[in-house]
């Protein structure tokens, strides 16, 4: 073997691995399959009636799940209108749909505070918060970001900083559009 093609080969050697390596960089980032980061997953949480959720009991309903707080002055509020928009455009459709307000201010967000919120929005939306740990799981779980604000308001005043995301999720629990683009893929 020549020195120039024992270069060549090493040369090539490198590269191939080169490109491997920026592959896994590339699949770990996304999460795994298809490159899409995976999103949702079980939680235990409670309503605002005070009655323990969780993920299994919607199953065979669609989703749509928001993440938010009840003080929220627009950010919120804006949201869950659109989500409620779009959920009376559905028609009869819409029954099968369960919208969903998950709190990220579970200190402030007490049952009974989202008693009084959620029915403001749409008759069957579900209001759930949970303990400071069971609130920190479903967030990760959904990679929602959230925390208090650094703003000029304080005290009990305080604003919360957070992700604005409405999550539809297929009957089985997982994040439709992950699924639509498994499908074209
Ligand atoms: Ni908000």
């Given at each position: 073997?020549t020195?120039r093609?024992?270069?060549m080969?090493?040369?090539?050697f490198?590269?191939?691995?080169?490109?491997?390596?920026?592959?896994?960089v590339?699949a770990?980032r996304?999460?795994?399959?298809?490159g899409?980061?995976?999103?949702?997953?079980?939680?235990?949480?409670?309503?605002?009636d005070g009655?323990g959720r969780t993920?299994?009991?919607?199953?065979?309903?669609y989703?749509?799940i928001?993440f938010?707080?009840?003080?929220?002055?627009?950010v919120c509020?804006?949201?869950?209108s659109d989500m409620i928009?779009a959920?009376?455009?559905?028609?009869?459709?819409?029954?099968?749909?369960?919208p969903i307000?998950?709190?990220i201010?579970?200190?402030?967000?007490?049952?009974?505070?989202?008693k009084?919120?959620?029915p403001?929005?749409?008759?069957?939306?579900?209001?759930l918060?949970g303990?400071e740990a069971?609130?920190?799981?479903?967030?990760?779980?959904y990679?929602v970001y959230?925390?208090?604000?650094?703003?000029?308001?304080?005290g009990a005043?305080?604003?919360?900083d957070?992700s604005s995301v409405?999550y539809?999720?297929?009957p089985g629990?997982?994040?439709?559009?992950?699924r639509?683009?498994?499908?074209?893929s």
């Amino acid at each position: 073997m020549t020195d120039r093609k024992l270069t060549m080969i090493v040369g090539i050697f490198f590269a191939v691995a080169a490109l491997a390596a920026i592959v896994a960089v590339y699949a770990w980032r996304g999460g795994g399959a298809g490159g899409i980061a995976s999103i949702g997953g079980p939680f235990a949480l409670v309503d605002q009636d005070g009655r323990g959720r969780t993920d299994a009991d919607f199953r065979g309903r669609y989703t749509m799940i928001y993440f938010g707080y009840t003080f929220c002055p627009d950010v919120c509020p804006t949201a869950l209108s659109d989500m409620i928009v779009a959920l009376d455009e559905l028609g009869p459709l819409a029954a099968r749909v369960q919208p969903i307000f998950i709190t990220i201010d579970p200190a402030r967000d007490t049952v009974e505070k989202l008693k009084t919120y959620v029915p403001n929005f749409h008759p069957r939306l579900i209001g759930l918060s949970g303990s400071e740990a069971q609130i920190t799981a479903v967030a990760k779980a959904y990679r929602v970001y959230y925390a208090k604000s650094e703003g000029p308001k304080a005290g009990a005043d305080y604003l919360m900083d957070h992700s604005s995301v409405i999550y539809l999720m297929d009957p089985g629990g997982r994040y439709l559009t992950q699924r639509l683009r498994d499908l074209i893929s």
